[in-house]
């Protein structure tokens, strides 16, 4: 069974840092890229970064330069670096896999539950 | 990159069918055939509907049908049914290499 966990959200001040983790099981992890997507309470999904299984990495021009992503093979894992956290970037934190298939879009077909992450004084 | 343009909410009865429209640019809608659209219900984890504008997943029914038209992808739902009721939204892959969603629409089954 495919299994995506995040954790590592919590609450913290404007201006600090978090690492959230997503632990991953049921998928050979080397294969696949991996995303962060978030979802404020009561907002629309908004994507925030992705991985490729190169190592390649993507952002969303709101976060970029504050967020590293990284991943770890050896404990099929994915790490996302907050800092310089804002209020606005308080929200739900998915982590998700690309589907792999023949073409060349980037589609979610497996979700972990999120971590929340709350920015505030 | 700003989130695609999606109505805030749409209504139809059981049995008749909608469509919800989702606007881009030549950037992402307009510039590549890979448009997705997810299922959301309240408290869940999005689910994925429409792949490559209008390719079902395994398993998704095929009263959901994608379509694109220039800048515009839409989603139909035929033979509403109460189930149906939930968050959609669009997805696209941008010039960027990056991904962008709409801003997502609330379905009313009526």
């Known amino acids: 069974e495919v299994q995506l966990v995040e954790s590592g959200g919590g609450l913290v001040q404007p201006g600090g840092s978090l690492r959230l983790s997503c632990a991953t099981s049921g998928f050979t992890f080397s294969s696949y890229d991996i995303h962060w997507v978030r979802q404020a309470t009561g907002k629309g999904l908004e994507w925030v970064s992705s991985?490729?299984?190169?190592?390649?990495?993507y952002y969303s021009g709101s976060v970029k330069g504050r967020f590293t992503i990284s991943r770890e093979s050896a404990k099929k894992s994915l790490f996302l670096q907050l800092n310089s956290l804002r209020v606005g970037d308080t929200a739900l934190y998915y982590c998700?896999?690309?589907?792999?298939?023949?073409?060349?879009?980037?589609?979610?077909?497996?979700w972990g539950q999120g971590t929340l992450v709350t920015v505030s004084s | 990159q700003s989130a695609l343009t999606q109505p805030a909410s749409v209504s139809g009865s059981p049995g008749q069918s909608i469509t919800i429209s989702c606007a881009g640019t030549t950037s992402d809608v307009g510039g590549y055939d890979y448009v997705s659209w997810y299922q959301q219900h309240p408290g869940k984890v999005p689910k994925l509907m429409i792949y490559d504008v209008s390719d079902r997943p395994s398993g998704i029914s095929n009263r959901f049908s994608g379509s694109k038209s220039g800048n515009t992808a839409s989603l139909t739902i035929s033979g509403l049914q109460a189930e149906d009721e939930a968050d959609y939204y669009c997805s696209s892959y941008t010039r960027n290499r990056t991904q962008v969603f709409g801003g997502g629409t609330k379905l009313t089954v009526l």
């Open positions: 998700a896999r690309a589907m792999n298939y023949y073409g060349s879009g980037v589609y979610f077909d497996y």
């Open positions: 991985i490729g299984t190169g190592g390649d990495t």
